[in-house]
């Protein structure tokens, strides 16, 4: 009897423990924002291997360099990834489609994915635009499937991902994300500083 009534005082009191803890409820431990949204979230990381990523609920599993999501269908995605300082610069991929006649010669040409529009001037130029507003020079780095990206605006260079796949490039392009800040909810009275 004695010992009924010491298990039943430990469960009691493991139940109470659990109430304020919220017993099953996932910790956020990552919290990401585009860097030119810094208040609105864009991925989110929980400790029970659950993330929401642009809205929508997946699993993860994160390493070094990659964190792979998951669908409720079981569909995969691996994502590259590095922190650089205080941000993580996050790579998201994207399929174009040849646009010109004949069958590519690398990724020279014109490619598009919706209104996204690629166009890779051979060499000896190596000239590029993106989306007809953002000029530059490139180069590939062929043994690591890369190119980068050094624009003439006041853009930093960037280094992208791609496959070609017969008429298809796959481009893994490199976001700048960074921890994903409060809105500011006060409101200034006009004219007081």
């Not at 998951?70 to 993580?88: A, F, Q, V």
């Not at 014109?110 to 209104?115: K, Q």
């Not at 890369?146 to 006041?154: H, I, Q, R, T």
Request: glycine fraction near 6%; aromatic fraction near 14%.
């Amino acid at each position: 009897m004695k010992n009924l009534k010491t298990t039943l005082i430990i469960l009691a009191l493991t139940m109470v423990m659990l109430i304020p803890t919220g017993c099953g409820s996932a910790n956020k431990i990552e919290s990401w924002a585009r860097d030119y949204e810094p208040t609105e979230e864009y991925l989110a990381l929980y400790d029970d291997g659950k993330a929401v990523f642009e809205g929508k609920d997946y699993t993860y599993v994160k390493d070094d360099d990659s964190i792979t999501l998951t669908d409720k269908d079981g569909n995969s995605i691996e994502h590259r990834y590095y922190i650089d300082n205080e941000k993580m610069v996050f790579y998201i991929a994207s399929v174009y489609e040849y646009q010109d006649e004949g069958e590519p010669d690398g990724i020279v040409g014109n490619w598009a994915c919706g209104n996204n529009v690629f166009r890779f001037l051979p060499a000896p130029k190596l000239e590029f635009s993106e989306e007809d507003a953002f000029y530059g020079h490139y180069s590939v780095d062929e043994a690591n499937s890369s190119v980068k990206l050094m624009y003439d605006a006041p853009l930093p260079d960037a280094t992208f991902y791609y496959s070609l796949t017969g008429k298809e490039l796959t481009i893994d392009y490199p976001w700048p994300l960074v921890k994903t800040q409060a809105k500011d909810t006060t409101k200034k009275d006009e004219g007081t500083t």
